[in-house]
């Protein structure tokens, strides 16, 4: 979970932005934001808001139980108020919860701005409701927060490694138990199933699980969920997972054959692990994205039995989602920084390999070098 001294200093870098943007009052809605400052990991699908006035006062309203025995709020705001998500008077609605949300906003929002002011609101949030009720108390008009946020939320504080960390051992887990298993006959939902089990019984808890689970020509063509497709022997499988454990993701990749591999399975597989290489040596501080891509495309297409294959990104940022900036892609505007955790996921796929082979670190940038986050060997078998 977030250290709240750690969502603090958050608040500090967000306080700038204001500052230099000249907003009097930010209002934040986006669920992972509010975890982001807050600390206070709330139900992504009901709808919450934190405020942060120019003075460096803060209020977070949720449903989420914050309050220790003592009222003391176990979050990284000045005041908590709560609304209750269930009742038995009224129907239980999205509709219901927002206008609540929308109340206390509005009472919350005149107390801090008891004037008006300029309002920083996320415009990408979905709780139109609840910014309608910010938008009512501004007199001096709105600011995107959205773009300030996404650029802040690069750079990794330690409380976000180690939840990604975390996240990490989970997948680590799925991977042992599927590579010790996987046969020929099984189903690509046995794998799933076998590989889920296993990061539920290292969490200790339900998972959100999303990813590729192909096997076959069928990775190839783009990967997918699980299906009752059955494994052939020599097919390549790739597990590309990205689950979402106290509000961090991680997003890496291994591939397994089943049997034993080919030849040209085998050079291909040290044509991407090269690639790995050319990656750790290129991802640094100051270094435009776009270069990274380039120098990892050029080397993948010299492997002539799938020249031309590689036709997705080279890589992404992660963290609170499973995509975040900056994208390793021919079109990306953006540097790489210092404290990033990239998802590097070279690449190379063709019908006479019996699939594809995708290996994926998840490296943590510093000025010193790349280090993965993740541990589990790249091994084929």
């Known amino acids: 979970m977030l250290n709240l001294d750690n969502c603090r200093e ?11 943007d000249s907003i009097d009052l930010a209002v934040i809605t986006n669920p992972k934001t509010v975890y982001y400052f807050s600390g206070v990991l709330v139900n992504p699908t009901l709808p919450h808001a934190y405020l942060l006035d120019a003075s460096g006062k803060s209020a977070l309203l949720t449903d989420a139980p914050v309050l220790d025995p003592g009222e003391k709020p176990n979050a990284a705001a000045d005041k908590v108020e709560m609304y209750r998500f269930h009742s038995m008077e009224r129907d239980n609605t999205v509709t219901n919860w927002s206008q609540d949300v929308a109340v206390m906003l509005k009472a919350a929002a005149q107390q801090f701005l008891p004037t008006g002011g ?17 938008r009512e108390v501004a007199c001096s008009g709105t600011k995107n927060l959205t773009p300030a946020i996404d650029q802040m939320r690069r750079q990794k504080d330690p409380d976000e490694i180690q939840c990604m960390r975390r996240a990490v051992t989970l997948v680590e887990a799925g991977l042992a138990a599927i590579k010790a298993r996987l046969e020929p006959g099984m189903t690509e939902f046995r794998a799933y199933s076998i590989y889920y089990e296993a990061m539920v019984a290292n969490a200790g808890t339900s998972v959100e699980l999303a990813g590729d689970f192909a096997t076959g020509l069928r990775n190839v063509k783009g990967g997918g969920p699980p299906t009752p497709r059955r494994v052939q022997l020599g097919d390549l499988y790739i597990f590309d997972t990205f689950p979402i454990f106290q509000g961090y993701m991680c997003d890496f990749t291994r591939t397994f054959v089943v049997g034993r591999p080919t030849q040209i399975q085998q050079d291909a597989w ?15 501080p100051g270094v435009p994205a776009k270069e990274v891509y380039e120098t990892i495309k050029t080397h993948l297409d010299k492997f002539e039995p799938a020249q031309g294959s590689f036709w997705h990104h080279a890589g992404h940022g992660v963290g609170l989602n499973g995509w975040e900036l900056p994208w390793l892609t021919p079109g990306s505007k953006e540097t790489i920084l210092d404290r990033e955790v990239l998802a590097c996921e070279p690449g190379l796929y063709a019908d006479a390999m019996q699939g594809g082979i995708r290996l994926e670190h998840d490296y943590l940038v510093t000025p010193e070098g790349t280090t993965a986050l993740d541990r589990f060997p790249m091994d084929l078998t």
């Open 270 to 284: 040290g044509h991407v692990m090269e690639a790995h290489e050319i990656a750790r040596r290129n991802i640094a």
């Open 10 to 20: 958050r608040q500090q870098r967000l306080l700038m932005v204001m500052e230099q």
């Open 118 to 134: 300029t309002l920083g609101l996320e415009f990408d949030s979905a709780l139109y409701a609840v910014s309608d009720a910010a």
